[in-house]
């Protein structure tokens, strides 16, 4: 069966900790991607990333940056955490090209306080 | 860029009935067309999607249709029952996008 871990189903931070959002993929897949989910906003593409060491910025890629040492792994870096990064937060791997057929982790709850 | 209009953002129906959700997108270059249901405290899990080259799609009680002139597609969930209650989102992908470009989503209430 398909698997999309992230790391953690919560977190609390403090306002201006670096926090960093883990995602661990088991299908060999080349395309990641990290989303944010906000009620009534559905879910917004912050980056993703088609190879190891490769990203491209998304939508909203405003405070946030990412890191791909791995094909496996793919990780979103919130630089200085602020009280508008509250969200939940869903990593997503893909074997197709811009996202088809796309599988999602659980996501994480992110709480900046 | 893309942008993807989803509704209803709520809809209630009786166990049995049947519900329909639209979406319409506005890149004609799209071609990738997926509708994923996420259950409280879950991610988003893929349920079914259609490729621009096909105007129908169906698997069980689920099924989408896509009318590429008009740029819109629908989820069609028949003899619902309690389990399909979820938020539906459609999807969008394969312009000039990266990645999957959301709708804001539906809650699917089934009212037994």
């Known amino acids: 069966d398909v698997k999309v871990t992230q790391s953690s189903r919560y977190l609390v931070k403090r306002t201006g900790e670096k926090v960093f959002l883990e995602c661990v993929q088991d299908?060999?897949?080349?395309?990641m991607f990290w989303y944010r989910q906000d009620p009534g906003l559905g879910l917004r593409l912050i980056y993703f990333?088609?190879?190891?060491?490769?990203?491209e910025k998304g939508d909203i890629p405003e405070g946030y940056s990412v890191s791909r040492e791995k094909k496996e792994r793919f990780s979103l870096i919130l630089e200085s955490a602020s009280t508008n990064q509250t969200s939940m937060y869903l990593c997503?791997?893909?074997?197709?090209?811009?996202?088809?057929?796309?599988?999602f982790g659980q996501g994480t709850r992110l709480t900046v306080v | 860029g893309e942008n993807v209009e989803q509704h209803p953002s709520t809809l209630s129906v009786q166990e049995g009935d049947s519900a329909v959700i639209k979406c319409t997108y506005s890149d004609s270059a799209s071609n990738y067309f997926p509708w994923y249901k996420q259950e409280l405290g879950k991610g988003p899990q893929l349920i079914i999607d259609?490729?621009?080259?096909?105007g129908e799609k169906k698997d069980q009680r689920i099924a989408v249709t896509l009318n590429k002139t008009a740029k819109h597609f629908s989820l069609h969930i028949t003899e619902t029952q309690p389990e399909d209650s979820a938020v539906y989102f459609c999807?969008?992908?394969?312009?000039?996008?990266?990645?999957?470009?959301f709708g804001k989503g539906t809650h699917l209430i089934i009212q037994p």
């Open positions: 990333s088609y190879d190891v060491k490769m990203k």
């Open positions: 999807a969008v992908t394969g312009g000039g996008a990266d990645g999957l470009t």
């Open positions: 259609i490729r621009s080259n096909v």
């Open positions: 997503a791997s893909s074997p197709g090209w811009m996202g088809t057929e796309a599988f």
């Open positions: 299908m060999d897949h080349e395309n």
